[in-house]
């Protein structure tokens, strides 16, 4: 069996951030990934980041992610690529598929930064080719250079769904419209003014009621949407080959289930998730978690959250003084409660906070 | 003051409870099936849905196994659940010439109790399961062998029971049991029901009820794991298992097969079961780990190493989902279908890996007990003063 100080599965950046942090400061990483390439969803985000008063304001993700694998190399942590965590089992042994193999992996330290998922919506059509999440759609344009249609529709406006709506665009789709169950848009101003500016329609108080076709969606049926129901007589037929979903994301969060860590309902944080204390470790003991599987937010907190991680596991292992690691956190956490302010932040900084003091015992 | 009175007071909503329930009701009586969770919800919804006879030994064993199996076709036309009864045969088979020595001599003696089983050849073995590998010496064929869907029949039969009166008193836990003038008060965390005869149909948790009227169960949990493939191409068309399963499964011969460290200490031995759904399920393990039923990765990887090694293709193939279950066992691997020193009082559990094969007869015994009728046959191996009188020696 092969044996590894820390282990943190998922080399997004909460994972990477995380990485970093606690190989700085003396602890033996390893990272696995199931992708051919680290930095999870960064490498999707070609949009300037913006929106947060603490740093990384107007830099794009696709940097952000540049740097974050400059520094995962300089500070010598080790990653698995192309490697897949399928297991996690007593004795913090994490099971790790790799080259055709099944790997067990025993850790002192698992730090788990799996990330989310996106939601699903189910409707009458719902399973048929061209029927997708919105962050597949953007994988596909951004990361593999397909365009997976020519007329889009993107069912909800939040901050995802207008997004890759405008990236579609940038892609050379039409997008025929966004549909909007709320009466009135989710996503911030400038990115909704940047599709409005580019002519696409918003459907708000409206949803999808039937995607249309054989063998490919060739159609998209939407409705006025009131009190929960599609109103009689308002539906309206659209020719699209595309309908992406864009209804919010949930912590991807089978692998904590697995190693036994107490979860709970927060909605404000996209449902299911682990939970965790002010270290970020979960009822498991060394177990932590960082990112979006500790609530579903945006890559800024999620980085913070593995800083936060790996300074606690550095700590731990007795890699770091009390006291400078106490300082260290305290920064950081402080960075964190800044993140989470204004009108998105508030609901997720209480929630946090409900968490934290609840603790997981 | 009881919240139901009924004849018959069932505990434990597995599908030996469900059977038992069923059977009751089906003879008129009046039954509650109670459990402290939902119906399957323990050992019968993690288990594989093999109905066999192949896997018992010769004499009582293999004779009241074949005739719970006669049961199913009857029970697949009589619930209105779908169970998924398929009766394609199984085969057994062996990995050296020992194990065909072994297995020749035990298909003589099962056959002389009128079990369908025969021997095959290499090349009968791979006629009828071409992707098997091609260094086994043979097989051993039982043609009534079967499978079905084991939560459809616990289902199936638990719903039918209700349409028959029975009542279906689930998520609230038994916590005493009374004893009183003509039977029995249980109580549980949600109302009491007073019940003429009770039955303990708890498996692996018999223990705990028996202790309520002051009897001692042995039963033990002993664990299985089992590994769920994706969907596929046709591995293989039955169910397909190692006959040194009979010996993992007994633990008694001196035999000892040429496997791995890892497979010998979790008791691995493979049994393949191909599912309605184009899918297939592998096993088996068999371990003392108390009631744990969380997979374990070494217990998991012996399982797919000794697939391979009988179906090489399995190589190929993913596993999507693994599951543990806690199976009931007893010091002599026969369950317990019998009254007790308690007038009243009926066990119907300790059926190891048995249960759902087993069930349908354990039913209709407990049913003819409490009726007074005559059994369709002699028992007596099974009655739980085996153990007593054992004790007494």
Redesign the interface.
Known sequence: MTQREVVVIGGGPAGLAASIEAARLGAKVLVVDENKRPGGQLFKQIHKFFGSRAHNAGIRGIDIGRQLLKDTEECGVEVWLNSAAIGVFSDNRVAVLRDGRTEIVQAQKILMCTGGSENALRFPGWTLPGVMGAGAAQTMINVNRVLPGKRVLMVGSGNVGVIVAYQLLQAGADVVGIVEGMPRIGAYGVHAAKVRRAGVPFFLGHTIVQAIGDDHVRQAIIGEFKDGQVVPNTEKIVDVDVICVAVGLRPLTELAWMAGVKHDFIPEMGGWMPLHNENMETSMPGVYVAGDIAGVEEANTAMDEGRLAGVAIAQSLGRIGNDEAEAKKQEIRDRLAALRMGPFGERRQAAKQRIVERGVN | MADWTVDVAVIGAGVIGAATTYFNAKAGASVALIDSGDLAEGTSSKSDGNILVCDKLPGFDCLFAKASQDMFEQLSHELEYPIEWRQKGSLFLMETDEEMEIAKKFCDEMVACGIPMRMMDHKEIKEDEPLLADDLPGGLETACDGSLYPMGLCFGLAFQARKLGAQLLLHRTVTSIDKQDGGFVVHTTNGDIAAKNVVDCAGVWAPVIGRMVGLDIPIQARQGQILVSEQTFQVGRRKVHEFGYLMAKFQTDGYKRPVSEAIERNGVAFVFEPTASNNFLIGSSRRFAGEDI?????VM?AIAERAIRFFPIIADIKVIRAYTGVRPFTPDHMPIVSATPVPGFYIAAGHEGDGIGLSPITGKMIADMIAGNELMMDISPLRYSRFTEKAAQ
């Open positions: 969380s997979s374990d990765i070494e990887q």
